[in-house]
């Protein structure tokens, strides 16, 4: 599966045992100042993976589009694989429906989920303004009924939650049964934009100060701590990407595809190598597979012209025989053909001279006449007028 990122922040791989990790830190949806994750990216990237691999769901996100949201919901619970979410740093507005679609939910420490009615902009009459307002409690009748779905909290609980626009800490989180689990505080929950962070209340702000500094400071003494054990040890040469010259010296026989295929991947000599063992290997199987395909069709010729040389030759032979033979061989089959018997042509041939006093006049003796009649059934001879 091809690996979709933007410059922003959202980000849909395929892991090397078939899951899926799907990292949500930016908006949902397209807005306004650019495009964010949308339900076809993730979709898309669900479809070409297996029915049942995992997914894992990284979010930290101020929201988006609710209906972008919604749809990337039903696209995680419809995967007929276990959904792991992992809420990073913020989960709020439709971000926190994405975040419902979890068959196991678990939030950092510092973490804050925010619920809220949706919003929406319009223009147009007053009656289009009601049918908007319309939609809208639909809407948000919907949303309450995720949080419900989920969570230990009923459909009317969780419509107060969202219009009083509700800040929850990972503990409140887990009070609610909107997450399954608390997990290790991180940084990363600062990455939510300024903006977004002045509504939330005092306590959150001060939870997010305090955690990531304490955070900071760990960082920072556990990298002392690693280059304090790495300062005696000599340092690892990092491998040398192969230049084009390399590449050429190295595959003298490789083509410009081959080393602009090594160069863009940032190959080493020694994956050069490798691609080009594949490449050969591929090449010499493709090459196995067109020799056996000619040599049976050879073998199919030489039989169809050994066939053709002997018809020819039984042809030839037939030709060589004498005109009698020939002649004889083909009044024995007319008669064999026909059924008759040499002896009754002879007969008859006897009847029709003691009945006719011209060919006795002419032939003067019987056997003269039973000659002619040979030699004439042969085709030797043509009666004139006949």
Request: with cysteine.
């Amino acid at each position: 599966m091809a690996k979709m990122s933007n410059p922003r922040g959202y980000e849909i791989r395929a892991e090397a045992d078939g899951g899926v990790v799907i990292t949500i830190y930016d908006v949902i949806g397209k807005t306004w100042d650019g495009e964010g994750i949308t339900a076809k990216a993730v979709a898309d990237a669900l479809k070409k993976a297996k029915k049942t691999a995992p997914v894992t769901v990284n979010i930290n996100s101020p929201g988006g589009l609710v209906f972008e949201a919604a749809a990337i919901h039903n696209a995680l619970t419809r995967h007929k694989g276990r959904v792991v979410v992992n809420i990073d740093g913020a989960a709020l507005s439709a971000a926190s429906v994405v975040a419902m679609a979890g068959d196991a939910i678990y939030m950092a420490e510092n973490a804050l989920m925010m619920i809220h009615d949706p919003w929406n902009i319009a223009g147009g009459t007053a009656a289009d303004f009601r049918d908007v307002a319309d939609a809208m409690d639909k809407v948000k009748d919907t949303i309450a009924r995720t949080y419900a779905a989920r969570g230990d909290l009923d459909v009317a609980k969780a419509g107060e939650l969202m219009s009083a626009e509700t800040w929850l800490s990972a503990e409140e989180a887990l009070e609610l049964g909107l997450i399954d689990e608390i997990t290790e505080a991180k940084r990363v929950a600062a990455s939510c934009d300024a903006a977004t962070l002045e509504r939330a209340p005092e306590w959150a702000r001060e939870r997010f100060d305090a955690v990531n500094q304490a955070t900071a400071v760990a960082e920072n003494s556990k990298q002392e701590q690693d280059m304090a054990e790495n300062k005696d040890q000599p340092a690892v040469e990092q491998p040398k990407v192969a230049t084009v010259a390399e590449l050429k010296n190295a595959f003298p026989e490789s083509d410009a595809e081959f080393r602009e295929g090594c160069t863009e991947n940032n190959c080493t000599l020694a994956q050069a190598l490798e691609r080009w063992t594949k490449q050969v290997e591929a090449t010499n199987q493709t090459l196995n597979a067109k020799n056996a395909e000619l040599s049976a069709s050879a073998e199919e010729s030489a039989e169809k012209i050994a066939a053709l040389e002997a018809e020819l030759a039984e042809a030839k032979a037939a030709a060589a025989k004498p005109a009698d033979d020939q002649r004889d061989l083909a009044l024995q089959h007319g008669a064999d053909a026909a059924g008759g018997d040499p002896a009754d042509d002879e007969a008859g041939w006897k009847a029709e001279y003691a009945r006719d006093a011209k060919l006795r006049n002419e032939f003067g003796e019987e056997g003269a006449y039973l000659a002619f009649k040979r030699i004439e059934a042969r085709g030797g001879v043509r009666i004139k007028g006949a």
